[in-house]
């Protein structure tokens, strides 16, 4: 069965400082990969995916994200955290065919120190 | 454009009474739509997904069920809440299948915090 984790549940950095967040997955085949952000108390905003070509892909506010197929992996990075990132980043993945469903990792909760 | 309006945004219910949740989407048709929830540090639980006019899909049986009564209203509900029904509640949508890449993926609407005292 399809699953995406996320190890850090909580990571805490510098305001300026530089930010990854870690996602992997274990799919039977290559999926469509995603980022979302949710602020507290929002729903959920869709920050990047990537479906194919160059494995370095750019959302907005900043994040850019790097598709590694040996790994498994899609980490979330940011260069320079602004205190208003400090959010919950939730990592999803979905099929290439069929019902087109997405699959949520539990969560990475950042905050920011000034 | 599409929008997806959920509410309300906030209720505090006491336990044993009812509840109804709305979600409804503009500017598509024939939506697929989604509930979660989230409870504190578990992430999100989809509830309940819905491709079509009254077909509904329960992910987990538990004390809620969903309604979908018009092509871009999703309802969600329970006869009697129970404590553990407290979280945050999310719809959501996407475009079916087949209408391209740049639309995979789902637009959530802002939640509704469920409180049950």
């Known amino acids: 069965a399809q699953s995406v984790t996320q190890p850090d549940i909580h990571i805490t950095v510098s305001e300026g400082a530089s930010l990854e967040l870690r996602c992997n997955y274990s799919?039977?085949?290559?999926?469509?990969l995603f980022w979302y952000v949710q602020s507290p108390g929002q729903g959920l905003q869709l920050l990047l995916k990537y479906f194919s070509g160059d494995t370095l892909v750019q959302g907005i506010k900043g994040f850019e994200a790097e598709f590694k197929r040996s790994q498994s992996s899609f980490n979330l990075r940011k260069p320079s955290v602004h205190w208003s990132d400090a959010a919950e980043y939730f990592c999803a993945v979905g099929p290439r065919a069929g019902s087109y469903q997405l699959t949520f990792g539990k969560g990475t909760k950042l905050s920011v120190i000034p | 454009s599409q929008t997806i309006h959920q509410w309300p945004a906030t209720l505090v219910q006491p336990v044993g009474s009812p509840l109804s949740l709305e979600c409804t989407v503009e500017g598509t048709s024939n939506p697929n739509l989604y509930w979660y929830r989230q409870a504190a540090g578990r992430g999100l639980q989809l509830l309940f997904y819905?491709?079509?006019?009254?077909?509904i899909s329960s992910e987990v049986p538990q004390n809620l069920s969903a309604s979908r009564p018009q092509d871009r209203q999703f309802i969600l509900s329970s006869k009697k809440l129970l404590l553990s029904d407290s979280g945050f509640y999310l719809c959501?949508?996407?475009?079916?299948?087949?209408?391209?890449?740049?639309?995979?993926?789902?637009?959530f609407g802002s939640g509704t915090r469920l409180t049950v005292v």
């Open positions: 799919y039977g085949a290559t999926p469509y």
């Open positions: 959501a949508w996407r475009p079916q299948p087949g209408q391209g890449l740049s639309n995979y993926g789902y637009t």
């Open positions: 819905s491709v079509g006019i009254g077909q």
